[in-house]
């Protein structure tokens, strides 16, 4: 079984950055997508980025394009996601999250791992 676990969410004032981390065990993710998901109370779970295991293929929500750079160390099994000119609208708890495939996609439902999330602050 799959487990994914974050660290590095924070609080960081606007125009600021954070790295978050993924750290991947139980399966082999050559043939992964790997992604990070938002989520604010009473908002639906927003895709935010992901990359192909194997190609580093990434995806961006238009959003955090040219702010965010998602990444991962395969030798480590650790996913990235690098997070920079923050505000406060990024405010949320932030998931990692794995799909079995090779195409990358941005519906919640469609990834069937999950880690327990970590929050990130942006104070306006």
């Known amino acids: 079984q799959a487990q994914l676990v974050e660290s590095g969410g924070g609080s960081v004032q606007a125009g600021g950055s954070l790295r978050l981390s993924c750290a991947a065990s139980g399966r082999t993710f050559s043939n992964h997508i790997v992604g990070w998901f938002r989520q604010t109370p009473g908002i639906d779970r927003e895709f935010v980025a992901a990359?192909?295991?194997?190609?580093?293929?990434?995806k961006y929500t238009d959003s955090v394009k040219g702010r965010f750079t998602i990444s991962s160390d395969n030798a480590k099994n650790i996913m990235y996601l690098e997070m920079n000119s923050l505000k406060p609208e990024d405010t949320a708890i932030y998931y990692c999250?794995?799909?079995?495939?090779?195409?990358?996609?941005?519906?919640?439902?469609?990834?069937?791992?999950w880690g327990q999330g970590t929050q990130v602050t942006v104070p306006s």
């Open positions: 990359i192909r295991w194997n190609t580093g293929t990434t």
């Open positions: 999250a794995a799909r079995i495939g090779t195409d990358v996609r941005t519906a919640p439902g469609q990834y069937q791992f």
